[in-house]
């Protein structure tokens, strides 16, 4: 996850850069999550790096344990954002949740936290199907942008409260073949 983890930093570098110009550190006006999931086609894992505001998981889990939550004091915190995250951020393949392995977590400030996870789908070219509903029971406008890299391309998903239909369906594979290149002889 080395290469995932210098990309998404540079974004969160220049998403912090821009957060803090627009007066972003003053107040939360908008509710947004952003994650990049990458299909590893050697590993067959999808990698996740989902980008949270600590302010916002923080409630989110004191919510949960009906207790104060400090990212930083808690002893058994990675264990309950692990949780949290296994609630929201699920893929299944058949109808089957796929598991999530928890890798680990950065605060980068006040403003920015990353949570790092992978799933690894039972065939590898696996079409999985998606939801990210994480912080929708804080906010109506709660907006989860999913950034997903496969040997597909790169599609974007966006998960929001009140949409009828929160799954969206991901190929993984190759692309499907069209059929033969039609050759031209002269």
């Known amino acids: 996850m080395t290469v995932l983890r210098r990309r998404v930093f540079a974004c969160a570098i220049v998403l912090a850069a821009g957060w803090s110009a627009a007066g972003g550190a003053q107040a939360h006006p908008f509710h947004a999550t952003f994650a990049e999931l990458r299909h590893n086609p050697k590993t067959h894992r999808l990698e996740v790096a989902l980008r949270v505001a ?64 992978e799933f690894l789908p039972p065939t590898a070219a696996a079409a999985v199907t998606l939801r990210n509903s994480a912080f929708f029971e804080l906010a109506s406008k709660q907006i989860n942008t999913v950034q997903v890299t496969s040997q597909q391309g790169t599609r974007t998903l966006t998960f929001s409260p009140g949409r009828r239909e929160q799954s969206r369906r991901v190929r993984l594979g190759p692309p499907k073949s069209r059929g033969p290149v039609p050759t031209v002889s002269g």
């Open 54 to 117: 600590p302010a916002d998981l923080e409630r989110a889990l004191r919510r949960r344990v009906r207790a104060p939550i400090s990212l930083e004091r808690r002893p058994d915190i990675d264990t309950l954002i692990e949780a949290y995250v296994r609630d929201v951020f699920v893929v299944q393949h058949n109808g089957s949740a796929v598991p999530l392995r928890w890798v680990g977590k950065e605060v980068l400030s006040h403003q920015i936290a990353w949570l790092y996870f």
